[in-house]
């Protein structure tokens, strides 16, 4: 692969999820992440918590395409969702500046 390559590839990804919606969410989904083990390894519970819903919640309606999985499957799909998640937002929030910025280029504002 050549080194033009590389870069166009890395530039993609920058595009893609280095962005203030996608990462926004994914720190979202992460905070939701982190709250759930927390909740699950240190706060003693009578019964069963809730707290993992959030994740579910945060990653939805991707998520709901993993529920059918055990273990570290479902962990590892909810990862993809927010992924292709953080990705779409990520697109519809460079849609939105590249509109936006022609719309003010055409305007002379």
């Given at each position: 692969?050549?080194?033009?390559?590389?870069?166009?590839?890395?530039?993609?990804?920058?595009?893609?999820?280095?962005?203030?919606?996608?990462?926004?969410?994914?720190?979202?989904?992460?905070?939701?992440?982190?709250?759930?083990?927390?909740?699950?390894?240190?706060?003693?519970?009578?019964?069963?918590?809730?707290?993992?819903?959030?994740?579910?919640f945060?990653?939805?309606?991707?998520?709901l395409?993993?529920?059918?999985?055990?273990?570290?499957?479902f962990v590892?799909g909810?990862?993809?969702?927010a992924?292709?998640?953080?990705?779409l937002?990520?697109?519809?929030?460079?849609?939105l500046?590249?509109?936006?910025?022609?719309?003010?280029?055409?305007?002379?504002?």
């Amino acid at each position: 692969m050549t080194d033009t390559g590389n870069r166009r590839r890395t530039a993609a990804w920058w595009r893609m999820w280095a962005n203030p919606a996608g990462l926004a969410y994914l720190a979202l989904v992460a905070a939701a992440a982190l709250f759930a083990a927390v909740d699950a390894v240190w706060v003693p519970h009578a019964d069963a918590s809730f707290a993992g819903v959030w994740v579910l919640f945060a990653t939805a309606p991707a998520s709901l395409l993993v529920l059918g999985l055990d273990g570290p499957w479902f962990v590892t799909g909810l990862a993809l969702a927010a992924l292709a998640q953080a990705a779409l937002l990520g697109g519809a929030y460079r849609w939105l500046v590249t509109t936006r910025h022609a719309r003010r280029t055409a305007d002379g504002t």
